[in-house]
């Protein structure tokens, strides 16, 4: 079993609250929701991912007998719990925005109805796939308004911070819009293309660059792409230049070269001057090393003839936005609204609904937070996906939510669209929720 396969990967004090519970016989339904609190700079929008993993999670879950003598040894829990915990599975409702779905702060994008134990107990683990997956998601996104139409490959996997975090950011940059990633898993599991180059390694265990790139070649007869900038980047282009032919007549066309180093611009520049003079026009030019959305962005408009990106590090940790203030907090409770009034944390109470009003332009215009009894005019953004612990159709192919994200970012207004930080995107309150709030306030007082 994967250590992620657990029900113990979670806060101590989820098992703990569960005690609090079972002795007080408190199993009616809750209603727990999962939002982001607020947009950090830079970020005018996110997207919904990882309800895949979460449903998967949910649909499995139960404690194994390992897992339960263990929590019996360490003193903290009834015999009574263990027992109880023996029997333990998710028999709950989810309604979920699709992922895809561009959303903003406070809107709920996965609702968990089901008995209190089990809404409280996947907290964690929910938050836990959620927050990563929409983090490096919405990370993603900017990459690809960026540079429209750009060969855009996840790099990351090295530096992501472990095995799990690498493979779902993987997950999350296709989702996103990119073409690929250099995680062999990622196309095992989702299907996600594999993309890859060489390693400076490679060049330097050869005694003649030209050499490498010749064995090279004949190794990977179908994946030619030579890193040029391990000693001198022109000239290395100028062997590409000479050993074309050669190639060509074993029947191996090369398809590109990569630049992981110096000025990339300028470098771009000159060796695409190079190959078009050595009649390489069709040769396509890689870059990588330490890129962001911003650096991207700068290449494109300096006029840097460079047809693809690997984004890695910056992109797999988010390195300007490494967290979202994010919560799945109780909104009712045995038929009760509940409200957490905490200072700069309070929540909307009950079950809610994000409907989503486009102007005449087709653009995403508002949205409106309101109550899910209330109907209102446009688009329903949460769907149910999960009804009594089985969710109610197969599991998408990771290439809807693809196309979900691509009409997503199409709606968007173009002010949300730019790099730069934007006015905040109008989110309304329906009334009746407001009148709710008030109503929970003066109960609570």
């Keep these: 079993m994967l250590p992620t396969s657990s029900v113990l990967l979670t806060d101590l004090y989820q098992l703990a609250m569960l005690q609090g519970y079972f002795e007080e016989g408190m199993e009616e339904t809750a209603v727990f929701e999962f939002f982001v609190r607020k947009r950090p700079p830079e970020r005018n929008f996110f997207i919904a991912a990882g309800l895949e993993q979460l449903l998967v999670y949910l649909e499995r879950l139960q404690f194994t007998s390992p897992e339960l003598e263990w929590l019996a040894g360490t003193g903290r829990f009834s015999k009574e719990l263990i027992d109880y915990l023996s029997r333990f599975r998710f028999t709950g409702d989810v309604d979920a925005m699709p992922e895809g779905t561009v959303f903003f702060p406070n809107e709920p994008i996965v609702r968990v109805t089901a008995p209190l134990p089990q809404a409280q107990l996947v907290e964690t683990r929910l938050i836990n796939l959620l927050h990563f997956q929409i983090l490096i998601a919405s990370k993603a ?46 196309e095992s599991i989702y299907g996600i293309p594999a993309y890859g180059t060489m390693a400076h390694s490679f060049i330097q265990a050869h005694e003649e660059e030209a050499e490498a790139f010749i064995r090279f070649a004949r190794a990977q007869p179908n994946n030619v792409v030579l890193l040029l900038d391990t000693y001198d980047t022109e000239a290395a282009a100028m062997k590409v230049v000479s050993i074309s032919l050669q190639l060509k007549q074993e029947g191996i066309a090369i398809r590109g070269v990569r630049l992981d180093s110096g000025d990339l611009a300028d470098h771009a520049k000159k060796v695409r001057r190079i190959l078009d003079a050595g009649g390489l026009p069709e040769v396509k030019i890689w870059a990588s090393g330490n890129l962001d959305e911003h650096v991207v962005r700068g290449l494109l ?19 300007d936005v490494p967290y979202l203030d994010c919560a799945y907090k109780l909104q009712e409770y045995a038929g009760r609204a509940r409200r957490k009034r905490s200072e700069g944390k309070a929540t909307w109470p009950g079950r809610k609904q994000v409907y989503r009003r486009t102007g005449p332009d087709g653009r995403i215009a508002e949205d409106l937070l309101a109550l899910e009894s209330e109907p209102q005019e446009g688009e329903a953004l949460l769907q149910p996906v999960m009804r009594a612990g089985r969710r109610l159709a197969r599991a998408p192919l990771l290439t809807e939510a693809r196309k979900q994200v691509a009409a997503e970012l199409a709606r968007l207004p173009e002010s949300l669209r730019r790099l730069e930080e934007a006015a905040s995107y109008p989110v309304k309150i329906s009334e009746e929720l407001a009148r709710l709030a008030a109503e929970v306030d003066a109960r609570n007082r």
């Design 301 to 319: 408009s300096a006029g840097a003839p460079i047809d693809g990106f690997g984004i890695g590090s910056r992109l797999d940790t988010s390195a």
């Design 141 to 186: 996104a900017r990459s690809v308004l960026a540079a429209p139409g750009a060969l855009l490959i996840d790099f990351g996997l090295r530096r992501a911070h472990g095995a799990e975090a690498g493979l779902l950011a993987a997950r999350a940059c296709y989702l996103a819009g990119f073409a690929g990633s250099s995680t062999v898993l990622a």
